[in-house]
């Protein structure tokens, strides 16, 4: 079955330090892979999409269909940053999403 | 920049009464849906819409679900005798047209069944 793992359900980090949210899928096919993002009290906004391979807030991600992994990452934390993050995954043949647990960055100043 | 609008924020309910939440999707969206997240655990897809009928739907949909488009905007998710288990954040989202299937969701409606 498809399946989207977040290993990490927190992650602090200092302002200015890398930041990598982990985001392992399992899927024979080829997946569309997203992250989207929900800050405090607000929706989830899609942040990326593995197919526009572009970088929204200075984040990328790169799919790795070896590793079976989507990892977000940023080389520099702000503290604007700290929300919940989500790894989502659709397939062929279907519309709706997979997501993982979420991961919520904290970015301490 | 449009958005999928979500009513009411918030709702209290007793358990064994009947919820509408309502939902204006993105107006040129085709596809549209509803996600559930219950507190403190992920998010989790119910059911899909498309050209009027239920195009998939999840194990958790049962029949105390129903999905409805009553007229050419609003959404609505009915769920006929909650219980408990059904407190939760739902959200609606839609997807389509120029978006492609990228899915673009609402600020979720709170219903706490007591």
């Known amino acids: 079955a498809q399946r989207v793992t977040q290993p990490e359900k927190l992650l602090s980090v200092f302002k200015g330090a890398p930041v990598e949210l982990k985001c392992n899928y399992s899927y024979s096919g080829s997946p569309e892979l997203f992250w989207y993002v929900q800050y405090s009290r607000q929706r989830l906004q899609l942040l990326l999409r593995h197919i526009s391979r572009e970088s929204i807030k200075g984040f990328t991600a790169d799919l790795n269909k070896g590793e079976t992994s989507f990892h977000l990452k940023k080389p520099f934390a702000q503290e604007e940053d700290s929300a919940m993050y989500y790894c989502a995954l659709s397939y062929s043949g279907t519309y709706k999403y997979i997501f993982g647990t979420g991961t919520r960055l904290k970015v301490l100043a | 920049e449009p958005e999928v609008t979500q009513t009411p924020s918030h709702q209290v309910t007793q358990m064994g009464q009947e919820v509408i939440l309502r939902c204006v999707p993105i107006s040129n969206h085709l596809y549209f849906y509803w996600y559930r997240q219950i507190l403190g655990q992920k998010v989790e897809f119910l059911v899909s819409?498309?050209?009027?009928?239920?195009?998939?739907k999840s194990e958790i949909f049962d029949d105390q679900f129903s999905v409805e488009r009553p007229d050419g905007s609003n959404f609505t998710l009915k769920i006929r005798s909650t219980k408990l288990e059904d407190s939760a954040m739902y959200f609606c989202a839609s997807s389509g047209g120029h978006s492609g299937n990228t899915i673009y969701f609402g600020e979720g409606s709170w219903l706490t069944v007591v």
């Open positions: 819409f498309y050209n009027n009928e239920i195009s998939e």
